[in-house]
């Protein structure tokens, strides 16, 4: 079975710099989905990117970009110029090709992201 | 279109009764998926529709636990004989047919607290 570890519990990034999100997994599958996901404050959880494991460019959506490493898996996140905005609960999570795994997508813990003014 | 809708936001009943979620996805979405949240960890995959079929459950879907989607769009998750340790929150989210990079867009949840 797959397994999401996010190993920091919490993260902590002063306005306007740079922070790094950790996270690992396990499969025996070639073929899968990597997600980050946001979870602000009683508020809906969005997705922040998304890494197709196929692709060995790292995905990047504006001030977020991740670095992928298959062989490791390994599936960090980095924040550049950080928001207050950016306070939240952020989530990693993998998910199987409908084909071999179902449809479950797997998520870490979580790491809770302050970001000081 | 306002996105995944889930009702009620919050819940609190009493260890016994049965409980009822509503989940309307985003209408032109055809999968659906129940997670389970509880405090301090991440979502728990609970059971997967596509449109009115239900293609996968979670073993944590016990006996007690029943979801439906009959017409392939609006869903329910009901909570039989509720426990203190269904207590949670119960998301919902859906994504389009097709692959569409397999995103998966959520709702607000709801919160359950069985005393």
């Known amino acids: 079975a797959q397994t999401v570890t996010q190993s920091q519990p919490e993260m902590s990034v002063q306005e306007a710099e740079t922070v790094t999100l950790s996270c690992t997994y396990d499969?025996?599958?070639?073929?899968?989905?990597l997600f980050w996901y946001k979870q602000p404050p009683s508020r809906q959880m969005i997705l922040v990117i998304r890494q197709e494991a196929y692709k060995q460019q790292n995905a990047t959506e504006n001030r977020f970009s991740v670095n992928f490493q298959k062989a490791a898996k390994s599936f960090s996140l980095k924040i550049s110029d950080s928001q207050l905005g950016d306070a939240a609960m952020y989530f990693c999570?993998?998910?199987?090709?409908?084909?071999?795994?179902?449809?479950?997508?797997?998520f870490g813990a979580g790491t809770r992201l302050f970001v000081k003014a | 279109d306002t996105g995944v809708s889930q009702n009620p936001r919050h819940k609190i009943t009493k260890r016994g009764q049965n409980v009822t979620f509503r989940c309307d996805p985003i209408s032109e979405h055809n999968r659906l998926y129940w997670y389970r949240q509880t405090l301090g960890q991440g979502p728990e995959f609970l059971t997967y529709f596509q449109n009115e079929a239900q293609l996968e459950k979670s073993r944590l879907l016990s006996d007690r636990f029943s979801a439906e989607r009959p017409k392939g769009s609006f869903s329910t998750l009901e909570i039989q004989r509720t426990e203190q340790g269904d207590s949670a929150m119960y998301l919902c989210?859906?994504?389009?047919?097709?692959?569409?990079?397999?995103?998966?867009?959520f709702g607000a949840g709801t919160r359950l607290s069985v005393l």
């Open positions: 989210a859906s994504s389009p047919g097709t692959h569409s990079k397999n995103i998966q867009y």
């Open positions: 499969t025996s599958e070639s073929d899968y989905y």
């Open positions: 999570a993998y998910r199987s090709q409908p084909y071999t795994g179902g449809f479950k997508t797997i």
